[in-house]
C-alpha cells in the first residue's frame, strides 16, 4: 500500500481551499444598439442646456459625442429656440426657461429617427416654510436597524399641484478648516462655496426615502395634497460636513439648508428610478432597476422642475 | 412564448365536470358486498416496531394495490381463502407473503430496512424491482438513501437531497429553499408530522432546519395533488418523523465538525408507547469567543461576534386500546447571531455598551388522535400549533458615575402563528374503492414588522410601538375517492376553501386528478390534473437568503396566488433490467398573482405597508423530467434530467412584456450513486449540473446626473467604490442574460463498524471535491480603466469528517 504524505495531502488542500473566491468572469457581452441620448433638465435658474451623445459600450471608458445634431426647443409649442453646440457634446442657449410653461424638444441627427421630448416646468409652492426643532428624540430611520439621535425638520406647505412631486434634501455649507498659529481653530467657508448632502429621513408614510439611499425624502407616488399639511422630517444631530479629517459636526454647528423641488411627473419618474437604480447598485442581489426615459426614439431626459432653498440654521 | 390570464373573480370554480366523475365511481356496483372474509394488518419496522405509514399492500391474487394509513394499517378483503401479498416500501425489503383467511384475520406483518445487515437479524434479500414507489402523484424518498449524500460540512440534509431530484431545482447555493416546476420556494408546502414550517433555513439557508436521523420518510409532491393537501401552489414535502424503538432504548450520537447530534428513542410502555428525542446544536460560536477575546488589541474595546441553531425534535405516541392511537410531536429551532461591543472609558469611568443580535426560529406541535371505528373506517383528529418569528434588536446603553444612565432598546420583529383544527376520515368500501374526506380550520395571526422603540435616560422616558397583528381564518373541506382495479389506479377529488382575511372574503373550488394506467407488466401511464391556491405570501426583498422575509395575508388589495397544473408521463421496467425503474414526466403549469417586490422598496421601511410594495402578475412553467432510478444491488442511485422552461408577466416590469424567471435553469442534471463495497463500507458521490439562472445584464451605458450623488457610493458587500457611478446602464430587457452554468461533485464515504455495544460510523465526504468556481453573485469591478464583470464563489472545496456511533 502507498503510504500518503500527510504533509503533502495537507498543502494540497489548503492550496485548493485558499485558491481565492474572486474571477473574472468570462462573458460574450452583447452587442451594444445603435441609441442617441438626451440629457435635459430645465430650471428657471439657470439657462438651457442639452447633452447629446451615443449610447456606449458596457466596457468603454468614454461616451461618444454627438456633434452634428440639430436641436431646437419650444416653448408652449410656439416660440422657438435654437441651440449650438459649445463642446463635449453640449448644447446651450442664452434662454432661461420659465415655470409653468410646456418645453418640447426636436432633435435631428443622421442616421436616428426624429428625436423628441415634451415636459412642463413647474411652480414652486408658493407658502412653503421650514424650521429645525430645538429638542432631540431617538429616530429609527427605515434604512438602518439601530437608531440615532435626531432633531426635527417641520415644514409647513401649500397643496401640490396635479401631477407635481416634492423631493427635499438638506445640504450643508463646507467649510475649510485651519490652525492658526496660536492654535486656536478657525472655520472659513470655501470659494466658491460648496454644499455637502446631509441624511434626512421622513416618518411620514406619504413621503419617504428610496432604494438604500438616505439623502432624498421623496413624495410617495399617487399621493396628491388638496390643503395645506406639515410635514416632518428628520436629521442627524452629527452632520459629516467638516473640511478637514471628516469629522462629524454638530447639527447646529453648520450652516444647513433644505432644498425643495417641484418636479414635473418626468422629472419625478426619471429622478425616483435613477436614485433607486444608483443606491440599489451597492446591492449585488437586487434587480437593476431601468432609469426612466421620456425620449422618443432615444434614450435620457427630458424634464423640468423648480428648486426653493430654504436656511434651516447657520453656524 | 404564452400566458393565459386566468378569471379575476374572487370565487373560483373549475372543471364541475369532476362531478359527474365521482358520481360514476360511486355507483360502481362495489363487490365488497359479495366479500365475506378481509384481513385487517398494520405494517411495521422489523427492526424498531414502529409504522411504516403508506407502505403499499399488493394483493397478488386480484391485482389491487392499498396503502397503510397514517397509523401503519390496512384492510384487504377477499373471497378466497388463501391471499398472497405483496408488501413494500422504498426505504424497506419487499415483502411477499400468503396467508391463510379462515385462520389469520388481523396481522403485523414487519418489513426490514434495506440496510438489515449491521442489525442482528439476516432474512433473505429479495432483489426484484420497486416500481409501485414512484408514480405521477409524489415521489417518495428512501430516506437511507438521502442521508447517504454527502452534506456540507458533514451536515446530512434532507433538502439538499429533494433538490437532486428530477423537477426541482436549487435557488442560490446556499439557500434551503427550492423551485419545484418552475414554482417561487413560498409556493412549497413543507410539512413536519403534518404542521406547516414556515422558514426551513439555518445559517442563512446554508443548512435546513430536519435532522436526517429523526425522519421516517420525505413525500415529495409536485403534480396530481391529492385532496388533501392545499394552500400553496407548487408542491408539497410531507416528512415524517419517526416514532422511537418500541422495544428496546437505543441511542445515536454523532460529532461533526460543525454541529453535534443525539437521537434518543425507546419504549415508554413496552409495545404500547414509544419516543424519540433528537437534537443538534453548532458550536462555532463557542469555539470561536474564546479566540475573538484573545484577538482584542485594545483594552477599552471589546468587540464579539457570535452564532449558532439548534434544533430539538420530540415524539411520542401511546396505544390506548386496539382502536385508538395517541400521537404527539414538536419541533423547536432556532438561530441566533449576536454582536456586543463594550467601550470603556477610564477618565471618567463610564461605560458604552452596545449590542446587535438577529434571530428566528420555528417552534410547532401536534396532537394527533387515531381512531378506528369500524372494521374499515379510519378517523384522524389533530390539533396544532406553527409558529413562526424573527427579529431584529438593537440596545445600547451608557453607563457613568457622573451622569445619568442611559438605555435605548429598538426592535423590529415580523411572524406569523397558525392554530389548526384537522378531522380527517377514511373509509374503504372493499379492495378497489375508498374515499377520503376532513375540514382543516386554520386560524393565522400575522404580524408583519412591528417596530418597538425605548428609550430610558435620566428624566426621559420614551416607548413607541408600531405594526399591529391581525387574524385571517382559513377553512377548507375535501372528499377524494380513490379507484383501484386491475391497470387502473385512480384517484378523483375535491377540496373547497373559504379564506376571511381583513375586510374580504375568497372562496375556491379545487377540482384534483391522478390516473395512472399499467398498459403492459412494464410500461405504465400517468397523468394528474389540478387547480391550487395560495392565500398567503411570502415577501422577500433579495435572494441572500436572509430572514427579512415577511409572510402576509393575501388581502382585498393583494390577491391570493392560484395555479393550474397538468402532468402526464409514463414509466417503464425494462424486463431485463427489473432493478431499473424510468419514468418520463411532462408537465404545463400556470401561475396567477405571484408575487414581486416593487425594485428598491425595502420590507423593513414598508413592513407597516407591505401592501405597497408588492406587485402581481403571471407565471408559466412547462417541461419535461427524466428519471431512471436503480434501486437494489450493489450499485443504487439515479439519474435525473429536467428540461423546462419559466416565464414570468408583470404589468409593472419589464415594460409589461414577459420574461424570463430568475431560476429559469433549463437544463438540470442529477447523477446520484452509491456503492456498497463491502456490508461496512459505503461511497456515494452526487454531481449537479445545471444551467445558470437569469440576471439583467446592461448592454449600454449612457451618463447621468452626477450631482444627484456627489458623495458616490460604497458596495454593501465589498466596501468598494461602485464603479463609474455617473454611468447609468441600458437593459434591453429583464433578465437577458444568463450565469455561467453551475456544478458540483460532492463525494462521500461511510465507514461502518460494529463493536461489542453498538456500531461506530465514520463519515467522511468533500463537498464541491474539483473545487469549481461557481458563481454566488456576479458585481461589477474595473480592471485596466474598464469596467469587468467579476463572480464571487463562495463555496470551493469543503472537506468534513464526522463521528457517529449508535447503541
Known amino acids: 500500500m502507498t503510504k500518503i504524505n500527510l504533509t503533502k495531502l495537507f498543502i494540497i488542500l489548503l492550496t485548493i481551499v485558499s485558491s481565492g473566491c474572486i474571477s473574472d468572469l468570462e462573458f460574450d457581452y452583447p452587442a451594444t444598439p445603435n441609441l442617441p441620448v438626451v440629457n435635459a433638465l430645465l430650471n428657471p435658474d439657470s439657462s438651457i442646456s442639452v447633452n447629446i451623445y451615443k449610447l456606449m459600450g458596457v466596457s468603454e471608458l468614454s461616451s461618444e459625442l454627438i456633434t452634428d445634431a440639430s436641436v431646437i426647443i419650444y416653448e408652449n409649442q410656439g416660440d422657438s429656440i435654437s441651440l449650438y453646440l459649445i463642446g463635449e457634446g453640449q448644447y446651450v442657449a442664452e434662454h432661461f426657461p420659465q415655470a409653468g410653461q410646456q418645453y418640447s424638444i426636436k432633435v435631428d441627427v443622421s442616421g436616428y429617427g426624429q428625436i423628441s421630448a415634451v415636459t412642463t416646468i413647474p411652480h414652486t409652492n408658493p407658502t412653503i416654510s421650514a424650521t429645525l426643532g430645538s429638542t432631540w428624540s431617538y429616530y429609527s430611520p427605515p434604512q438602518y436597524i439601530d437608531q440615532i439621535k435626531a432633531y426635527p425638520v417641520l415644514i409647513t406647505l401649500s397643496p401640490i399641484e396635479n401631477n407635481n412631486y416634492l423631493i427635499f434634501r438638506l445640504m450643508a455649507k463646507r467649510y475649510g478648516h485651519y490652525w492658526s498659529n496660536d492654535s486656536i481653530d478657525t472655520y472659513e467657508p470655501i470659494i466658491p462655496p460648496r454644499f455637502d448632502m446631509v441624511s434626512l429621513f421622513s416618518s411620514d408614510t406619504k413621503f419617504t426615502g428610496v432604494g438604500q439611499d438616505t439623502y432624498y425624502v421623496l413624495q410617495n407616488e399617487h399621493s396628491s395634497f388638496q390643503e395645506n399639511f406639515t410635514l416632518i422630517l428628520w436629521v442627524s444631530q452629527f452632520v459629516w460636513v467638516t473640511g478637514f479629517g471628516d469629522q462629524g459636526e454638530h447639527l447646529f454647528d453648520t450652516d444647513l439648508y433644505l432644498d425643495v423641488l417641484t418636479c414635473s411627473p418626468d422629472f419625478y419618474q426619471y429622478f425616483r428610478t435613477y436614485i433607486i437604480n444608483a443606491s440599489e447598485r451597492v446591492n449585488p442581489f437586487a434587480e437593476p432597476i431601468e432609469v426612466y426615459s421620456n425620449i422618443e426614439n432615444g434614450l435620457g431626459i427630458f424634464a423640468g422642475y423648480s428648486m426653493q432653498r430654504i436656511l434651516l440654521n447657520q453656524r | ?807
Open chain 2, 1 to 807: 412564448m404564452k400566458i393565459l390570464l386566468l378569471p379575476k373573480s374572487h370565487t373560483y370554480i373549475h372543471s364541475m365536470a369532476f362531478f359527474p366523475l365521482i358520481l360514476i365511481l360511486l355507483t360502481i356496483s362495489p363487490e365488497g358486498m359479495a366479500q365475506r372474509k378481509h384481513l385487517k394488518g398494520r405494517v411495521v419496522d422489523g427492526i424498531t416496531g414502529e409504522r411504516i405509514i403508506d407502505a403499499q399492500v399488493i394483493d397478488l391474487n386480484n391485482q389491487s394495490l392499498t396503502t397503510t394509513n397514517d397509523n401503519g394499517e390496512f384492510i384487504i378483503f377477499s373471497n378466497q381463502d388463501e391471499l398472497s401479498l405483496r408488501v413494500q416500501h422504498i426505504s424497506y425489503i419487499k415483502l411477499d407473503t400468503t396467508i391463510n383467511l379462515t385462520v389469520i384475520s388481523q396481522i403485523n406483518i414487519p418489513l426490514f430496512p434495506h440496510n438489515y445487515e449491521l442489525q442482528d437479524v439476516t432474512i433473505q434479500f429479495r432483489r426484484s424491482m420497486e416500481r409501485e414507489n414512484s408514480t405521477i402523484v409524489s415521489q417518495r424518498l428512501d430516506t437511507r438513501q438521502l442521508n447517504s449524500i454527502p452534506g456540507l460540512l458533514g451536515e446530512k440534509d434532507i433538502v439538499k437531497g429533494l433538490m437532486l431530484l428530477p423537477g426541482v431545482s436549487m435557488g442560490s447555493e446556499t439557500s434551503s429553499s427550492f423551485h419545484v416546476r418552475g414554482g417561487n420556494p413560498d409556493q412549497n408546502l413543507i410539512l413536519i408530522d403534518g404542521i406547516p414550517v414556515y422558514n426551513i433555513s439555518h445559517l442563512f439557508g446554508i443548512y435546513s432546519v430536519f435532522i436526517p436521523e429523526a425522519i421516517q420518510e420525505v413525500e415529495l409532491i409536485k403534480g396530481g395533488f391529492p385532496a388533501r393537501y392545499g394552500g400553496r401552489l407548487s408542491s408539497v414535502c410531507d416528512i415524517k418523523m419517526r416514532e422511537g424503538d418500541r422495544y428496546g432504548y437505543k441511542y445515536d450520537f454523532s460529532v461533526g465538525t460543525i454541529s453535534s447530534k443525539i437521537v434518543a428513542e425507546g419504549p415508554i410502555i413496552k409495545d404500547r408507547s414509544s419516543f424519540i428525542i433528537s437534537a443538534r446544536r453548532t458550536y462555532l460560536d463557542l469555539i470561536t469567543m474564546p479566540f475573538q477575546a484573545l484577538a482584542q488589541e485594545e483594552d477599552n474595546y471589546k468587540q464579539t461576534l457570535g452564532g449558532h441553531f439548534y434544533d430539538v425534535v420530540v415524539k411520542a405516541n401511546h396505544r390506548i386500546n386496539n382502536r385508538n392511537n395517541v400521537f404527539f410531536s414538536l419541533y423547536s429551532g432556532r438561530d441566533a447571531i449576536k454582536a456586543k461591543t463594550k467601550e470603556t472609558y477610564p477618565s471618567d469611568r463610564s461605560i458604552n455598551e452596545s449590542t446587535l443580535g438577529l434571530d428566528w426560529g420555528n417552534f410547532t406541535w401536534i396532537l394527533r388522535l387515531f381512531s378506528s371505528f369500524a372494521s374499515s373506517t379510519y378517523s384522524n383528529l389533530s390539533v396544532s400549533q406553527s409558529n413562526y418569528n424573527y427579529g431584529i434588536n438593537s440596545n445600547f446603553t451608557f453607563k457613568s458615575p457622573l451622569e445619568p444612565n442611559v438605555s435605548a432598546t429598538n426592535s423590529y420583529a415580523s411572524g406569523i402563528v397558525d392554530w389548526a383544527l384537522r378531522w380527517d376520515i377514511n373509509h374503504q368500501f372493499n379492495n378497489h374503492l375508498s374515499i377520503n374526506g376532513g375540514v382543516h380550520s386554520i386560524l393565522h395571526l400575522f404580524s408583519p414588522g412591528k417596530v418597538t422603540q425605548e428609550y430610558r435616560g435620566g428624566s426621559e422616558n420614551l416607548s413607541s410601538t408600531e405594526g399591529t397583528a391581525f387574524l385571517a381564518p382559513e377553512t377548507s373541506a375535501y372528499s377524494e375517492l380513490s379507484f383501484s382495479r386491475d391497470k387502473l389506479n385512480l384517484s378523483a377529488g375535491l377540496r373547497f376553501n373559504a379564506y376571511f382575511p381583513k375586510n374580504t372574503s375568497y372562496t375556491f373550488v379545487e377540482p384534483r386528478l391522478a390516473i395512472a394506467y399499467r398498459v403492459n407488466s412494464w410500461i405504465g401511464l400517468k397523468s394528474g390534473y389540478s387547480i391550487m391556491n395560495q392565500s398567503i405570501l411570502l415577501l422577500s426583498s433579495n435572494g441572500i437568503g436572509l430572514p427579512v422575509d415577511l409572510w402576509v395575508p393575501a388581502t382585498s388589495n393583494v390577491r391570493p396566488q392560484r395555479g393550474v397544473q397538468y402532468d402526464f408521463g409514463f414509466s417503464v421496467n425494462p424486463p431485463h433490467f427489473q432493478s431499473v425503474n424510468i419514468s418520463l414526466v411532462g408537465y404545463y403549469k400556470q401561475m396567477n398573482n405571484v408575487v414581486e417586490i416593487a425594485g428598491g422598496m425595502s420590507l423593513m421601511q414598508t413592513a407597516t405597508q407591505w401592501e405597497k410594495v408588492v406587485l402581481q402578475g403571471m407565471g408559466e412553467s412547462y417541461g419535461t423530467e427524466i428519471l431512471i432510478e436503480k434501486s437494489v444491488g450493489k450499485l443504487t442511485g439515479w439519474f435525473a434530467y429536467t428540461l423546462s422552461w419559466n416565464n414570468r408577466f408583470f404589468e409593472a416590469l419589464n415594460q409589461g412584456k414577459p420574461f424570463p424567471y430568475k431560476y429559469d435553469n433549463r437544463h438540470v442534471v442529477n447523477i446520484v450513486a452509491t456503492y456498497k463495497a463491502r456490508p461496512s463500507i459505503e461511497l456515494t458521490c452526487a454531481w449537479s449540473l445545471q444551467t445558470g439562472g437569469t440576471f439583467s445584464l446592461p448592454v449600454g451605458m449612457y451618463p447621468g446626473n452626477p450631482e444627484f450623488f456627489p458623495q458616490g457610493f460604497y458596495d454593501l458587500l465589498s466596501g468598494n467604490d461602485v464603479p463609474f457611478p455617473d454611468l447609468l446602464e441600458y437593459y434591453p430587457y429583464r433578465n437577458n442574460a444568463r450565469m455561467p452554468s453551475y456544478h458540483r461533485l460532492d463525494i462521500g464515504a461511510n465507514f461502518t463498524k460494529k463493536k461489542s455495544k453498538g456500531i461506530r460510523i465514520w463519515e467522511v465526504g468533500i463537498y464541491n471535491a474539483y473545487s469549481q468556481k461557481n458563481p454566488y453573485y456576479l458585481y461589477w469591478d474595473v480592471k485596466d480603466g474598464k469596467k469587468v464583470l467579476r463572480q464571487f464563489t463562495l463555496l470551493p472545496f469543503l472537506p468534513s469528517v464526522t463521528y457517529r456511533y449508535k447503541f
